[in-house]
Each structure stands twice: as C-alpha cells, then as structure tokens.
T-cell receptor, first 116, second 112 residues
Framework: GAVVSQHPSRVICKSGTSVKIECRSL??????MFWYRQFPKQSLMLMATSNEGSKATYEQGVEKDKFLINHASLTLSTLTVTSAHPEDSSFYIC????????????FGPGTRLTVT | AQTVTQSQPEMSVQEAETVTLSCTYD???????LFWYKQPPSRQMILVIR??????QNATENRFSVNFQKAAKSFSLKISDSQLGDAAMYFCAYKGAGKSTFGDGTTLTVKP
C-alpha cells in the first residue's frame, strides 16, 4: 500500500526557535497534502491543506505566519513551526491524497513536538 | 458553525459481532463530505470511509459501512464481523466550504 513518511518522529526544541517537519509520499504523487494537529486529549484539528506549487489553504483560526507550509514537489510538503512556544507542543500528523483517483488519503506516522 | 458529536466515548464489541458507532453533525451547508477515521494505538491514522453529501447511497468499504441520514444529520459507522485489529479510536469528521471539524472520538474495544 501507499506509504507516507514523516520526519522527525519526535523533536524537542527550545522556546523561540523554529522547527521543520517533513512529510513525504514515498510511492505515489500527491498534489494535495494535509496537516493536522492532535491535542493531548486526542481531539484532532485540520490545520491546512497544502497544494503543490501554490499557497496552502489554512483553516480558520490557524496562524499562517506561525505555521509555514511549503509543498515544493509532488512528494514533499513541509510544516515549519516558527518561534515555537510551549503551547505549540502537540502531535502533528500529515496526510497525502493520492493523485490517481483523488479519493485515497494516506497518513504519516505523526511527529511529537515538545517545546521547552 | 459546524459541530460534530460522537455521543459514545467508549464502545465494546465481541469479536465477530457487529457494532455501530454514532455521529451527528450540525451544518447549514448542503454540499459537504463526511469521514470516519481510525487511529489505533500506534497513532497511525487511517481513512476508513468517506461519504459525499450529494450521494444518497451509503458508502461501504468491505466490513465497514455507513448509515447516512442527511435530513437527520446523522452519519453512523457499522463494523461487521469485528476483528481484534479493529480496536482503535474512531473519529467522525465533517468537511464543507468552511472549517473542517472532528468529533471527540469513540474508543472501540474488541473482546476476544
């Protein structure tokens, strides 16, 4: 089956620094990728939809200047958390929508971000 | 604003039996998508099933099927012939023109 990787799986950074999370579709092309955030009590939030070659579409209430998304190729999207603060600590999940059918959506294993 | 409610925080089912997870939502939109996602203990999310609101036919994926009642704004998930590997947190989600919304999840336990 289709595989989506995320790197790193865990990252600890200091408050005020930036951290980049990579999301790759390993064996399929994905014009569209999604970034989610999962909070400590497990609730999920779609942060943004990442489109290859164009600007990401952010959900209401998500700070686009804080969560920078770049979709540089058909297999890679990155999420950069800028000037991270402890409240940004969370589990970040990406997913990629497979181009051929446009229906299948595959998820990465997630990245645990801890800001100290 | 759209809301999604999963009224069952926890459910359990005997292996090989059938279980139904409930989901209701509130929206003023007429065109939208509904999803069920599975998150096992590994935390690797899986898209279980999706339903386009304009389609009257209920979506099915092997042992998983939905009962989509648009007028009632209900979107329940039925898992037939439950297997141990079905044990997970299940999230119902709504996506329309506005914000995407997830329910709080239902933890499903499968008893051998």
């Amino acid at each position: 089956g289709a595989v989506v990787s995320q790197h790193p799986s865990r990252v600890i950074c200091k408050s005020g620094t930036s951290v980049k999370i990579e999301c790759r579709s390993l064996d399929f092309q994905a014009t569209t990728m999604f970034w989610y955030r999962q909070f400590p009590k497990q609730s999920l939030m779609l942060m943004a939809t990442s489109n290859e070659g164009s600007k990401a579409t952010y959900e209401q209430g998500v700070e686009k200047d804080k969560f920078l998304i770049n979709h540089a190729s058909l297999t890679l999207s990155t999420l950069t958390v800028t000037s991270a603060h402890p409240e940004d600590s969370s589990f970040y999940i990406c997913s990629a929508r497979e181009d051929t059918t446009g229906r299948e959506q595959y998820f990465g294993p997630g990245t645990r971000l801890t800001v100290t | 604003a759209q809301t999604v409610t999963q009224s069952q925080p926890e459910m359990s089912v005997q292996e090989a039996e059938t279980v139904t997870l409930s989901c209701t939502y509130d929206t003023s939109e007429s065109d939208y998508y509904l999803f069920w996602y599975k998150q096992p203990p590994s935390r690797q999310m899986i898209l279980v099933i999706r339903q386009e609101a304009y389609k009257q036919q209920n979506a099915t994926e092997n042992r998983f099927s939905v009962n989509f009642q648009k007028a009632a704004k209900s979107f329940s998930l039925k898992i037939s012939d439950s297997q141990l590997g079905d044990a997970a947190m299940y999230f119902c989600a709504y996506k329309g023109a506005g914000k995407s919304t997830f329910g709080d999840g239902t933890t499903l336990t499968v008893k051998p």
